[in-house]
């Protein structure tokens, strides 16, 4: 049976699913809630601009809604091959500090409780934050409470 198809062997059918919903405008977000689509920026390959082909990267590019430029998006190679490697060194600096969270926190349990706690501290601090502006004791519930506990 052929990789990636499912049903008979001989059958002679591909009963891969397909992709149903989402969203068919570029740099919108689908049904699903899924990542979005990234889009061309708007000066690329536009021969009405003079901006074309780029002198380095544009100021109003972002990474997260255009999709990556190539080496034709730019009139020298060396513009080129510096927008990749300052985007190559960003990825090596990402996936280190992921590397180093990982050692610090072990199996994929601990890390699990570990998220867990961050989160449950950042919304102790938002309500801590919340009860203080209404003018309540935090500090003196939580002392009333730490007396209670001890004896």
Do not use: W
């Not at 049976?1 to 049903?7: D, L």
């Not at 062997?9 to 049904?31: F, I, Q, Y």
């Not at 889009?39 to 590019?61: S, T």
């Amino acid at each position: 049976m052929a990789k990636g198809r499912k049903g008979r062997k001989g059958s002679g059918t591909d009963t891969t699913p397909t992709r149903v919903g989402g969203s068919a405008t570029p740099g919108t977000e689908d049904d699903a809630g899924k990542k979005k689509k990234r889009i061309p920026h708007p000066l690329v390959d536009n021969a009405d601009e003079k901006k074309y082909p780029f002198d380095g990267v544009p100021d109003d590019f972002d990474a997260s809604k255009h999709s990556s430029l190539k080496k034709k998006d730019f009139k020298l190679d060396h513009m080129y091959f510096t927008y990749r490697a300052d985007h190559l060194e960003a990825t090596v600096k990402d996936m280190r500090s992921k590397a180093e969270l990982a050692k610090k926190l072990g199996s994929s349990k601990d890390r699990a409780k570990a998220k867990r706690l961050v989160k449950m501290q950042s919304k102790m601090k938002e309500l801590r934050e919340q009860l203080v502006a209404q003018g309540v004791d935090v500090d003196g519930i939580l002392a009333a409470q730490d007396a209670d506990e001890k004896e």
